[in-house]
């Protein structure tokens, strides 16, 4: 199974994008997803996820009230907006068991190929 993420490029600060991620196989329906970036130079940190069982969703501070994650079954988004220049990372779409959490990347076995996201000042 392979996870398609999409909907990254330049955009200036305050601006809005949003990224989707797709499964070659299968949905990410009954599963666990959520959103990680890795920003230059840096280790790749975990940005939001969202719980297939108990219909929640998690955030890192850092983009708490700016972006919005939602599994619609076949497609994953992560809606972003009010962007930073801090948000500019490569940001990687990633499925998972529904008994598992969602803030580890060790939560996850199955990841999207990555899609740049950078941002302007």
């Known amino acids: 199974v392979q996870l398609q993420a999409s909907g990254g490029g330049l955009v200036q600060a305050g601006g809005s994008l949003t990224l989707s991620c797709a499964a070659s196989?299968?949905?990410?329906?009954?599963?666990?997803a959520g959103w990680f970036r890795q920003p230059p130079g840096k280790e790749r940190e975990f940005v939001a996820g969202?719980?297939?069982?108990?219909?929640t969703t998690d955030y890192a501070d850092s983009v708490k009230g700016r972006f919005t994650i939602s599994n619609a079954g076949e497609i994953l988004y992560l809606q972003m907006n009010s962007l930073e220049p801090e948000d500019t990372a490569v940001y990687y779409c990633?499925?998972?068991?529904?008994?598992?959490?969602?803030?580890?990347?060790?939560?996850?076995?199955?990841w999207g190929q990555g899609t740049l996201v950078t941002v302007s000042s």
């Open positions: 990633a499925r998972g068991s529904s008994w598992s959490g969602v803030r580890l990347q060790s939560d996850y076995n199955t």
């Open positions: 196989e299968g949905s990410f329906t009954y599963y666990n």
């Open positions: 969202s719980r297939w069982i108990e219909r």
